[in-house]
C-alpha cells in the first residue's frame, strides 16, 4: 500500500487506528493483517451468528474471517472514524473505542517511527508479532518486533495521557 503518498493524514497511526476500529465492530479476535499494493488482506476469528456465548467461552462457536480491505475501503473507514472522534467531542454520548482502535493506534504510532515499506502482524491474546519491511544497508529486510500485552497497555495510557484523558 502506498500509505506514505497523498494527503498528510494518511500514515499507518490513522490508517491501522480506523482498522481497529472496524475489527472491534465485527467482534474479531486473534487478528492477522497483511500489507499489499492496495490495501490489507485481514483475517480473525469471529462468532459464528445467532452464537449465545461470549467469545471467551470455550464453548464458544467461533469462526475464521478474511476479507480484503482496499484504499479506498480505508479512506472511508478513516473518514467516518473522524466522525466519531468529532461526535465524541461534541454533545453526544461518547462512544467508547475498543482494543483494536487503540492498539492499532498506538502501534501505527510506532510502525510510523520506523518508516516501512509494508508490514505485516498478528495478534493473539492482546499480544503482538509485528514484521516490517525495511530498507536497510544491506538492502531490503525483514524486521521482526514482539509486544507483550502489558506492552500495549503501557502504551495505550502513555497516549491517553498524551491527548489529556
Same mark, same amino acid.
Given at each position: 500500500?502506498?500509505?506514505?503518498?497523498?494527503a498528510?493524514?494518511?500514515n499507518?497511526?490513522?490508517?491501522?487506528?480506523?482498522?481497529g476500529?472496524?475489527l472491534?465492530?465485527?467482534?474479531?479476535?486473534?487478528?492477522?493483517?497483511?500489507e499489499?499494493d /492496495?490495501?490489507?488482506?485481514?483475517?480473525?476469528?469471529a462468532?459464528?451468528?445467532?452464537? +449465545? *456465548?461470549p467469545? !471467551?467461552? &470455550?464453548?464458544?462457536?467461533?469462526?475464521?474471517?478474511?476479507?480484503v480491505?482496499?484504499?479506498? /475501503?480505508?479512506?472511508?473507514f478513516?473518514?467516518?472514524?473522524?466522525?466519531?472522534?468529532? +461526535? *465524541?467531542?461534541? !454533545?453526544? &454520548?461518547a462512544?467508547p473505542?475498543?482494543?483494536?482502535?487503540?492498539?492499532l493506534?498506538?502501534l501505527?504510532?510506532?510502525?510510523?517511527?520506523?518508516?516501512?515499506?509494508?508490514?505485516?502482524?498478528?495478534?493473539?491474546?492482546?499480544?503482538?508479532?509485528?514484521r516490517?519491511?525495511?530498507?536497510?544497508?544491506?538492502?531490503?529486510?525483514?524486521?521482526?518486533?514482539e509486544?507483550t500485552?502489558?506492552?500495549?497497555?503501557a502504551?495505550?495510557s502513555?497516549?491517553?495521557?498524551?491527548?489529556?484523558?
Amino acid at each position: 500500500m502506498r500509505i506514505y503518498e497523498g494527503a498528510p493524514r494518511q500514515n499507518y497511526s490513522e490508517v491501522l487506528r480506523s482498522i481497529g476500529a472496524v475489527l472491534d465492530q465485527r467482534g474479531l479476535r486473534e487478528i492477522t493483517l497483511n500489507e499489499t499494493d /492496495d490495501g490489507f488482506i485481514v483475517q480473525g476469528l469471529a462468532l459464528m451468528p445467532d452464537e +449465545e *456465548r461470549p467469545w !471467551n467461552d &470455550p464453548a464458544a462457536q467461533l469462526r475464521k474471517e478474511t476479507f480484503v480491505l482496499r484504499e479506498d /475501503d480505508i479512506a472511508r473507514f478513516m473518514e467516518e472514524a473522524i466522525g466519531r472522534r468529532q +461526535e *465524541r467531542r461534541g !454533545n453526544r &454520548p461518547a462512544i467508547p473505542s475498543g482494543f483494536y482502535e487503540l492498539a492499532l493506534r498506538v502501534l501505527g504510532a510506532y510502525v510510523d517511527q520506523q518508516g516501512p515499506r509494508d508490514v505485516f502482524f498478528f495478534e493473539q491474546a492482546g499480544q503482538f508479532v509485528v514484521r516490517l519491511l525495511m530498507n536497510t544497508r544491506e538492502g531490503m529486510r525483514h524486521m521482526l518486533v514482539e509486544f507483550t500485552r502489558e506492552e500495549i497497555d503501557a502504551m495505550i495510557s502513555v497516549a491517553q495521557r498524551g491527548r489529556g484523558r
